[in-house]
DNA sequence: CACAATTATGAGCAATTGTTCAACCTGGCC
DNA sequence: GGCCAGGTTGAACAATTGCTCATAATTGTG
């Protein structure tokens, strides 16, 4: 371990219940700046006088700023159960459309916790080291764990499934990310519905 | 016309045709830079060196660094013949198929040029204020199109159209704007083939 | 209470950014 | 050639940013 790599972990562990809340403070705040304000635009000083905490307080806990979109990523990331679904039914017998609907729902879901700042964390974080990885390696691990479905399931019936696979996935995601994202909101279940209308339809030609 | 209010308008139109090289130069300079570096830490300062330009002879031309990028986006935003496409077919006997076909590739022609710069001008553009507004613009005018020509033609069949419409052109621009842009790049003929599927699919239901 | 470890403060630094402006070239017309 | 509007320059300014550090308050322990 070099000593100069950059430090994303925190630089001091919270030793008392005090120091714990403030660290809390400090993440739901940058939560909603960043959500609101974008992440250019949302400042470290913003974030900290919104969690009413002093700016040294803050970099007592994160290193610098990348850091604090890195946690709040890791938190949404660990939440996400959508490789997890398609794990599940991976040996099943069940109905190709029961399936689908299962993935499509457990994608909404990731999504209605707070799409404005998840938006900033896919489109606006930083386009490369630790926080880029680990978003692209999740997006090919359900891509993979998609593909593996495919290839089991019998009601399946594409050619190519290795561009099924990934039209699939990033049709869900994306579209869900910017449905419910957008100002005219839709119906959640008619999306749900038509997309799964649409993806069932198109796995079995 | 209140004195106030922000200009995007260059300052000054160009009268000699040194002029205008400059503006084109600082131009080209702003997509390459822009694209590399994203709009935040694409600075006015490194347009204006890539141009080989002083900054300010970017300034005399360009009120603001918004000014730049409104100009760019213009340029896409005319060059997008997205909506053309679907109302060329509105009244045809054309197979659905063959519409959707159509659609799809102008949509991917659209995206050939600099899928980077394209990205940084959708997701990272100002979040208020004219760009914004002009996005959106564009992108109801080809869900109403979309809509009308699900509406007049006999093969579609979907229950919900007013969701399918957003379903269908949100589906469309996003994969493959993220399908091309992405760094481990999608063939392109499978992807036309496989969206075209998938919807046309869908759209008889 | 005493004392050390932990936590909190916020003025201010260094770096960067968008932008201005006074001074300087250049090309074309009389 | 003389002239001047049009064009170019780049040092410098004001504002903003991420972040540091000396100092002070608070907590737990004996």
Redesign the pocket.
Known sequence: MTSDQRRIQPR?Q??????E??RQRILAAAAHIFAEFGYA?????RIAERAR?????L??YY???DAILAELLTRHLDGDRGTATLRRYKESREPLETIIRAFVRTVIDNHLDDPQLLRIMIEQAPRSGEILERVTQVKWEMIDDLLDLLNAHPEVRVQDKDTAARLVTSTVELTVHQLIAAPDSIDLTRLENELVTMITGYLRT
């Open positions: 001091k919270p030793r008392q219940v005090r120091a809340l403030t635009a949302g400042t470290t000083n905490v002093s700016i040294g307080s970099y007592q290193p610098n700023k």
